[in-house]
């Protein structure tokens, strides 16, 4: 088993940034890649970002390339999320998640999640 807990959700302004991260605990974090969803109210669940098990390689989707950053420190158990410009469309609850496959996976390819945290822009 593979605990992920997110924190640094909160409420921002447009333009704001915020940097999420997911704590892992249980089995050994490098051998999962891990990745970032939201799901807005009303919404179905949207793939964000992905890492693989190193760190070496990162995807994104196009909603956020080029506002948001992944990154995984694995000596610490933590997978990050930097998000810069954010925009109105972006409240949701982030979650992020673990994979035994090391590649961007359809969502239902991922084996833990976490409970989530809740980012809301203000504009």
């Known amino acids: 088993q593979v605990q992920l807990v997110e924190s640094g959700g909160g409420l921002v302004q447009a333009g704001g940034s915020l940097r999420l991260s997911c704590a892992a605990s249980?089995?050994?974090?490098?051998?999962?890649?891990m990745g970032w969803f939201r799901q807005a109210p009303g919404k179905e669940r949207e793939f964000l970002a992905a890492i693989i098990r190193g760190g070496g390689s990162q995807y994104y989707a196009d909603s956020v390339k080029g506002r948001f950053t992944i990154s995984r420190d694995n000596a610490k158990n933590t997978a990050y999320l930097q998000m810069d410009s954010l925009k109105p469309a972006d409240p949701a609850v982030y979650s992020c998640?673990?994979?035994?496959?090391?590649?961007?996976?359809?969502?239902?390819?991922?084996?833990?999640w976490g409970q989530g945290t809740q980012v809301t822009v203000s504009s």
């Open positions: 998640a673990a994979s035994v496959y090391n590649a961007v996976v359809p969502s239902t390819q991922y084996n833990y």
């Open positions: 249980g089995r050994t974090f490098s051998n999962y890649a």
